[in-house]
T-cell receptor
Framework: EPEVTQTPSHQVTQMGQEVILRCVPI?????FYWYRQILGQKVEFLVS????????KSEIFDDQFSVERPDGSNFTLKIRSTKLEDSAMYFC??????????????FGPGTRLTVL | RKEVEQDPGPFNVPEGATVAFNCTYS??????FFWYRQDCRKEPKLLMS???SGNEDGRFTAQLNRASQYISLLIRDSKLSDSATYLC????????????FGTGTQLKVEL
């Protein structure tokens, strides 16, 4: 069964450093997403991406965040200058496009980001 | 008011019990509804979508009441492997397919 993959599984970084989280969505999917989950809290939407541009972003997704699809398979989330409060699990997701297929988002296993 | 509200639990039930979870949503523009399952420190996994009047999948039944903005999940004959956090999720009309998650209801099935 096709699945979303993410690397690394755990990233530790110093406050102020830049991090790039990587995702490989399911191959025939065209809609991509990033969510985050702070420990003990709910899953929160960050951004959705379709046709090489951001479709929607949340208030969390400020100027410190950016997304990119650098090639035909990868989808990345960059945090330019990490803060302590960026420590969370970051989930990538993808979905097909069109009708109910768009509804079903498949999540990757997540990258645990720890900012020290 | 939170956009998606759930009772956090935990619900501790014996194996074989029937358990029901409830969820309310505040945005009447919500279009699609789902139950996801999340195991500890793992990714959310789609359990079932809930369309129109609801649907059934084996031991799981989901109901939707648009007038009351209320969604439910019923698990029959619960098993130890059902122990997890159940997330109520909604998607509103338009926008970039953003999913809005509830905080989740924790279920513990015991021997």
């Amino acid at each position: 069964e096709p699945e979303v993959t993410q690397t690394p599984s755990h990233q530790v970084t110093q406050m102020g450093q830049e991090v790039i989280l990587r995702c490989v969505p399911i191959s025939n999917h065209l809609y991509f997403y990033w969510y985050r989950q702070i420990l003990g809290q709910k899953v929160e939407f960050l951004v959705s991406f379709y046709n090489n541009e951001i479709s929607e972003k949340s208030e969390i997704f400020d100027d410190q965040f950016s997304v990119e699809r650098p090639d035909g398979s990868n989808f990345t989330l960059k945090i330019r200058s990490t803060k302590l409060e960026d420590s969370a699990m970051y989930f990538c997701a993808s979905s097909e496009v069109g009708g109910r297929a768009t509804d079903t988002q498949y999540f990757g296993p997540g990258t645990r980001l720890t900012v020290l | 008011r939170k956009e998606v509200e759930q009772d956090p639990g935990p619900f501790n039930v014996p194996e074989g019990a029937t358990v029901a979870f409830n969820c309310t949503y505040s945005n009447s523009a919500s279009q699609s509804f789902f139950w996801y399952r999340q195991d500890c420190r793992k990714e959310p996994k789609l359990l079932m979508s809930v369309y129109s009047s609801g649907n059934e999948d084996g031991r799981f039944t989901a109901q939707l009441n648009r007038a009351s903005q209320y969604i439910s999940l019923l698990i029959r004959d619960s098993k130890l492997s059902d122990s997890a956090t159940y997330l109520c999720v909604v998607r509103r009309t338009g926008g970039g397919n953003k999913l809005t998650f509830g905080t989740g209801t924790q279920l513990k099935v015991e021997l």
